[in-house]
């Protein structure tokens, strides 16, 4: 493979067109079953009479599962690969999903949710990892935008639908049925995705193995992922700070998302799922366009370290004055918004940094641990929402909580990130749209 540089245009769309929808309705399906939970939260608080301690916990010991077992199915991926573990990873949480509408107490359904933890815990990051099995280095930063975008699309369209099925069935019988498609998208994964693009049936003939050899060949001379393990990743102490920032941020990132319903039905208290779930959609609507224009702005800039923590640091502050405006009402929209710029839409941004921040052989492990350490704070950080909202009688009030740790985070990230080095340029695909804008 001597020129590289001729190899997208030599390849036909199938992987855009095969792929990545089979990648994004994966992370479709896995929102909805994630999150429903959080738009049926007052419904089942209700039914099964429940504090919002119970629901923090119900909520909340997902993150535990995705903590638990995160980092051994990454691992699982170098013997068994992804065309088996992610696919036994959804099948899994799509009967935890279902199985939550069977619950009759808490304690199933804490076990329940537990479940669908263990089985989401590798999936977003294992995506990243088989996106770059797929596409060459070039590439993939277009990839993994439309692959995220599905996230946004989810969020905009699953949370009024699932709002909309609780006005005319049960909660179990909703939880039920949604948990259903993930055990079908099982099949569909072992039918159409390999971790081998050369044994997949829907490629040309050859299209396969000029994959392979073009990834391959960006590989050469760049040491193993594998030559660090976690003991030494841990020692590392840009991972340990990098474990810090994303454990606050992802951290309140997944609790606010969470709760966001619960919020909405607080504040605007006679409105039915279906309302809720609309208005719920408002703030992942603005956090999925939020996280594309920051990535653009900073892959232009070259600001990274500043534009992350100055969003945090804004969505933070939208935390705090939440519990201190109560009318006009829809203002708490807007600040609900801002929250989700700040905490959800400034994710991605802050991903890209511990690809030029740690050595190439800490990337993979470093970015497993900085993951779980999200969802260990997401596993705290939810408990102690909903035993704050007993306490103080409010979860709007709550929240004040999660305006400190964004805070914090804010400005550990403007101390410890690090933009990428300037000076060395990526290079164009001739015609692409970054080359005729430099025209």
């Known amino acids: 493979m001597d020129d590289l540089s001729a190899v997208p245009g030599g390849l036909s769309s199938r992987r855009w067109t095969r792929l990545i929808p089979l990648f994004g309705v994966c992370m479709f399906v896995l929102y909805v079953d994630r999150y429903n939970i959080a738009l049926a939260a007052p419904v089942i608080q209700q039914d099964l009479g429940l504090s919002n301690a119970d629901i923090g916990t119900i909520t909340g010991v997902f993150f535990l599962g995705s903590v638990i077992f995160q980092i051994p199915l990454l691992a699982s991926m170098a013997r068994f690969g992804g065309k088996i573990v992610i696919a036994v990873s959804i099948f899994v949480w799509g009967l935890g999903a279902s199985a939550s509408g069977l619950a009759q107490t808490h304690d199933q359904l804490v076990v329940a949710r537990l479940v669908v933890g263990i089985g989401e815990a590798a999936f977003h990051p294992a995506m990243y990892v088989l ?11 277009r990839a993994n935008s439309i692959f995220f975008s ?52 829907w490629l040309a003939p050859g299209e396969g193995e000029l994959i392979e050899d073009a990834v391959a060949q960006e590989k050469k001379g760049r040491p193993s992922v594998a030559s660090l393990g976690y003991r030494r990743a841990l020692l590392n102490p840009t991972v340990l700070l990098l ?9 309140v990132s997944g609790v606010f998302s969470m709760w966001l319903p619960t919020v909405i039905h607080a504040t605007f208290r006679g409105l039915g799922p279906f309302a809720i779930g609309a208005l719920a959609a408002a703030p992942a609507l603005v956090g999925g366009l939020v996280a594309i224009a920051l ?41 609900l918004c801002v929250v989700a710029s700040g905490c959800v839409g400034v994710v991605p941004l802050f991903y890209a940094s511990p690809t030029w921040m740690l050595p190439s052989a800490a990337v993979g492990v470093g970015i497993g641990l900085i993951n779980t350490t999200g969802a260990l704070f997401g596993f705290a950080s939810s408990y102690l929402v909903g035993y704050l909202a007993d306490a103080l009688g409010s979860v709007p009030a709550s929240f004040s909580l999660l305006a400190l740790l964004l805070g914090l985070g804010a400005l550990l990230a403007a101390v410890v990130l690090r933009n990428p080095d300037s000076s060395v340029s990526v290079p164009q695909a001739p015609g692409s749209m970054a080359e005729i804008e430099d025209r």
């Open 150 to 201: 599905f996230n946004m699309v989810a969020g905009v369209v699953a949370t009024p639908l699932t709002g909309l099925m609780l006005e005319h069935m049960s909660w179990h019988t909703v939880l039920v049925l949604q948990g259903l498609p993930a055990i079908v998208l099982a099949v569909v994964w072992l039918i159409v995705y390999n971790d081998r693009p050369s044994r997949v049936f």
């Open 131 to 141: 996106i770059a099995l797929w596409f060459m280095e070039r590439e993939r930063g």
């Open 295 to 335: 990535g653009r702005f900073a892959d232009r800039t070259n600001r990274y370290r500043s534009t992350v923590a100055a969003t945090m640091l804004v969505g933070a502050l939208g935390l705090a004055a939440g519990p201190l405006i109560a009318e006009p009402r829809w203002l708490q929209i807007v600040l």
């Open 243 to 251: 474990m810090l920032i994303y454990g606050l941020l992802g951290g």
